[in-house]
């Protein structure tokens, strides 16, 4: 499953890593606040009825918009999605159905699944980014992915940019997500080109300079994590990066310039993320398969 504010998209994934009965439903009808996660394990017990026949699935797997615990047990931290904060999601989900869960942020899952679709067996190390509302992060390292000392590491949207400190959905002030992402396209589009559909302010608007400054402050954060880690590839994705006439040359210019030289620029490899509906659903699905090798492999 990949869960998130909106809409919490469903699917079976096989061992294929096809998606099977992939459904998309509104996040609102389940996610209420009040009884948030046995509306979700109602929902996905309906959904095994009725899709799975005779036959119980490996595993539910969850990604998250989300930061996870350590232990992968809980949800700390969902600005945008109600009622499952500081809840055993987990063990309650497992206890209900008797079979594993897993639990990751979304994230992960969408690196789990680019990594397989782009065909990139690699032991070295990857980072991710992916540009929606939110300015979402991954980072691969050594074949598996990072997720820091506390379980929280790339909260890349959460680097405070000096001099700003507008409050961000995290609690904190002046954080970069709302300089350089889907937010500040919102903001600029309201005040600026509001007579422009929002789908068309690339076509329309690519070559002013208040966009053009837009897509520089793209590349901040991702030039910032590329001089940090010196990457073997660097994936990009998300909802913004996907719009029409969106000027990729322009973006790649913009992180070559604030790469550090002569490397990593010079080593610097770009992929873009192909962007389908059921991404999320069958990255949680490759994360379940390898974790339950894993879990075989330990035994
Ligand atoms: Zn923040």
């Known amino acids: 499953m990949d869960i998130g504010g909106t809409n919490i998209r469903t699917g079976m994934v096989n061992k294929e890593y096809r998606v099977e009965n992939f459904v998309i439903t509104d996040s609102q009808s389940i996610l209420d606040g009040i009884s948030s996660t046995e509306n979700l394990s109602r929902y996905i017990r309906d959904y095994i009825e009725r899709n799975a026949g005779f036959g119980k699935p490996l595993a539910i797997s969850l990604g998250f918009p989300a930061t996870i615990d350590k232990e992968k047990k809980y949800v700390v931290s969902a600005p945008n999605v109600k009622g499952v904060d500081n809840i055993p999601i987990v063990d309650i989900l497992q206890k209900e159905h008797g079979i594993p869960v897993f639990l990751d942020r979304d994230v992960n899952m969408l690196i789990s699944n680019d990594m397989y679709d782009l065909k990139l067996e690699t032991s070295g190390i990857v980072m991710a980014c992916y540009i929606g509302t939110g300015f979402g992060n991954a980072i691969w390292i050594n074949g598996s992915i990072y997720s820091g000392y506390s379980g929280s590491a790339g909260e890349l949207g959460h680097i405070p940019v000096l001099g700003r400190d507008d409050l961000c959905g995290c609690g904190n002030t002046g954080?970069?997500?709302?300089?350089?992402?889907?937010?500040?396209?919102?903001?600029?589009?309201?005040?600026?080109?509001?007579?422009?559909?929002?789908?068309?302010?690339?076509?329309?608007?690519g070559d002013e300079p208040l966009i053009q400054d837009f897509v520089e402050a793209l590349s901040i954060p991702i030039a910032a994590e590329i001089n940090i880690l010196d990457p073997e590839y660097v994936i990009l994705g998300g909802g913004v990066l996907q719009m029409k006439d969106f000027p990729r040359d322009l973006?790649?210019?913009?992180?070559?310039?604030?790469?550090?030289?002569?490397?990593?620029?010079?080593?610097?490899?770009?992929?873009?993320?192909?962007?389908?509906?059921?991404?999320?659903?069958?990255?949680a699905g490759i994360y379940a398969f390898k974790a339950l090798e894993k879990k075989e492999a330990a035994q």
């Open 251 to 283: 973006f790649e210019g913009f992180i070559r310039k604030h790469t550090r030289k002569p490397f990593p620029e010079k080593t610097l490899r770009i992929i873009y993320s192909e962007q389908r509906q059921e991404n999320g659903v069958r990255g």
């Open 175 to 205: 954080c970069i997500e709302n300089y350089s992402g889907g937010k500040m396209l919102e903001h600029i589009h309201e005040a600026h080109y509001s007579k422009t559909d929002i789908s068309d302010i690339f076509v329309k608007h």
